[in-house]
């Protein structure tokens, strides 16, 4: 397919302001064209299509979706990577995402240089969407690995940095947009309050990666004099869905994918988010059970967009790590940049078990050498610092029921800022 940064753009932009018919006519020419695609060019939906006795043709609008066996990442992970790779793909040429992060499952999603394009312009969408302007100085604090662009006035600030630096660098960058996990923006301002100190007062704050709970959005508004965006994001899908200036659940970027719910979910009860994408051809996501849950919300946005708007149901959880000496910091944040280079690292719980010590808890696709265990323990240490000790247990599963509810990380002490971050501990 041609690669023209300024047609992506265009589409993108266009297809924000379509009528709900002209949005569905769009959706149901891209499914085609994907369904087709995986059918040909991909041996793990050939298969599942084959099981199920479907052909590209019975597959004709979203709605004939409902047709396909849902896929959980465990299908994809035991079918092997190559097997949902589109054939005659090249890794060399590709980019890639690795996630770890809240889920506590890692996983690696290939994509080229087109949909890398439609994955960032998708993420600026939704900045302009909340009201960014080509003048604003914005500062990224999520993953230093995923982002090192500087277009747009754009810094990354390692959201691994101990806390005081991140207060200095910050302060010394006076961002006016600032994208940042919920429990490193909760930790700033927990240490600004007890300093006393304003330290920046950014336009807009877009909280992702993880829950932020209402009272941190209104300890945000109103230490920082902010208005709060939540953005949703998953590593094999780039941008998912943003909060609009109405501020009433997130739209969905219903151009590129498609959003459902697991067929086996009770009425009233939230259900299990099945997500297609209709750009990634690379490596196709087909009616994928991403690990969260929510509602969609049909009536129209005040905004005036014709894309729903989706509602995350969450889980309650206490996300710091918190050691000797008052120093705190982010598992989401940790585990992210910490467990990305182990690619046989297949799932894993952190678990904080007394003010020193932590246990990791890891599910492996083949028995880690000792070179393996060790450099997961520098690497832990690099971040956390000394006087912690680490021990990491090879495990053969994790318990999802409680993987699903509280994430990757569980904290057996106090949460130590839950006056000021509003999350619940767990027990
Ligand atoms: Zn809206």
């Known amino acids: 397919m041609l690669f023209n940064p300024a047609s992506i753009a265009w589409n993108l932009w ?5 009528s709900v018919d002209e949005l569905q006519d769009l959706r149901n020419r891209k499914l085609r064209l994907m369904i087709r695609h995986a059918f040909e060019r991909v041996p793990y939906y050939r298969a599942l ?3 199920a006795g479907l052909s590209p043709e019975d597959v004709q609008t979203t709605e004939d979706l409902k ?22 793909t090249d890794k ?52 230093p690995g995923q982002l090192r662009s500087r277009r747009f006035r754009t810094r990354c600030l390692p959201a691994t940095l101990p806390v005081e630096e991140q207060f200095a660098r910050l302060r010394a960058m006076q961002p006016t947009v600032l994208l940042v996990w919920p ?12 300093r006393s100190e304003r330290f920046i007062r950014p336009r807009i704050v877009a909280v992702t990666g993880e ?21 949703y994001n998953a590593g094999e899908f780039g941008p998912i869905a943003s909060e609009c200036r109405a501020h009433q659940g997130l739209h969905v970027n219903a151009d590129q994918m498609i959003v459902e719910f697991a067929p086996d979910a009770q009425a009233d009860e939230p259900s299990d988010i099945l997500i297609t994408s209709l750009y990634s051809f690379t490596m196709p996501y087909i009616r994928y059970r991403i690990g969260d849950a929510g509602f969609l919300e049909e009536k129209q946005c005040p905004c005036g967009s014709c894309f729903p708007r989706l509602r995350l149901v969450e889980g309650r959880n206490n996300n710091i790590i ?57 690497r832990m240490f690099e971040y ?39 999350a619940d501990t767990q027990r």
């Open 14 to 18: 266009r297809s924000r302001r379509l």
């Open 49 to 51: 299509f084959t099981s």
């Open 67 to 88: 047709k396909i066996p849902v896929s959980a990442k465990e299908d994809l992970t035991a079918a092997g990577p190559d097997k949902f790779l589109a054939q005659g």
């Open 92 to 143: 060399g040429d590709c980019s890639f995402s690795r996630t770890s992060g809240s889920s506590g499952k890692p996983f690696s999603t290939y994509f080229n240089r087109r949909e890398r394009m439609t994955r960032r312009l998708l993420g600026l969408r939704r900045l302009v969407d909340a009201g960014f302007r080509p003048w604003d100085r914005v500062c990224v604090m999520c993953d």
């Open 183 to 194: 429990t490193v923006l909760g930790l700033l301002l927990y240490y600004a309050r007890r």
């Open 211 to 231: 829950e932020c709970s209402d009272e941190l959005r209104r300890t945000i508004e109103s230490d920082l004099g902010a208005e709060v965006f939540s953005f």
């Open 322 to 378: 918190h050691l000797p000496g008052e120093r705190m910091f982010s598992a989401s944040a940790v585990v992210s940049v910490v467990l990305r280079p182990f690619p046989t690292l297949r799932k894993f719980h952190l678990i904080q078990e007394t003010a020193d010590r932590l246990v990791l808890q890891a599910v492996f696709l083949e028995p880690p050498t000792a070179e393996i265990l060790a450099y997961m323990q520098r």
């Open 384 to 422: 956390l610092g000394s006087g912690v000790k680490l021990d990491i247990a090879v495990v053969d599963s994790i318990d999802e029921e409680r993987a699903r509810k509280f994430g990757s990380f569980t904290s057996r002490l106090p949460n130590p800022i839950s006056s000021i971050a509003g």
